[in-house]
């Protein structure tokens, strides 16, 4: 291992040293997309513990699969290996209801009328969010809570780059209107 930090290694050298076996450079890939790929899986599940075990099984899919993998884009393909244990999931169980809040907060603490603003207008997004159909659910995830590119959403999801920039718009605009409605 070189003294080189972590952040500076490009994906790329990682995943080539993963390849090879170097469990510390794959440890530097999972410290690397943790957070993300926890976030993707908590807000498509709502409960932190499965969120939890998608996101450690992401992981363990990952490594297991890497060295016969051609990876193009790491990060679209985690995010592609989190989506279908995540659509797994929801295959296997029946559903919960609707998605319970978007856990968006800040480090500091604002006023108590400001907090309970932000809870109700998180609690209005989340639940005009789960009002939209799956996909357009999943490309308001991977693209606004996830901050994917339109072509890693396209990778992730499967679908070609240009109908991924169509479904954004078509959940944008219903999504508005969801949330003009819920305001009425």
Known sequence: MTNTEPHTISDEDLIRRSVRGDKEAFGMLYERYLA????YCYFRVGSPLEAEDLTEATFLKAWESLPRSDVQSFRAWLY??????VVDHHRSRKPDGPVERIGI????QPLPESAVQAREDSQ???????ALDPVHQQVIV??????????????VLGLNENH?????FRALKKLASLLRK???
């Open 164 to 168: 991924v920039r169509i479904l954004q």
């Open 124 to 130: 209005r997004l989340a639940t005009a969010i789960s």
């Open 142 to 155: 991977c693209r606004f809570v996830n901050q994917l590119s339109h072509s890693e959403t396209s990778q």
């Open 36 to 39: 993300p790929i926890y976030r």
């Open 105 to 108: 907060g800040a480090d500091t």
């Open 182 to 184: 819920d305001r009425g």
């Open 80 to 85: 592609r290996i989190a989506h279908n244990l």
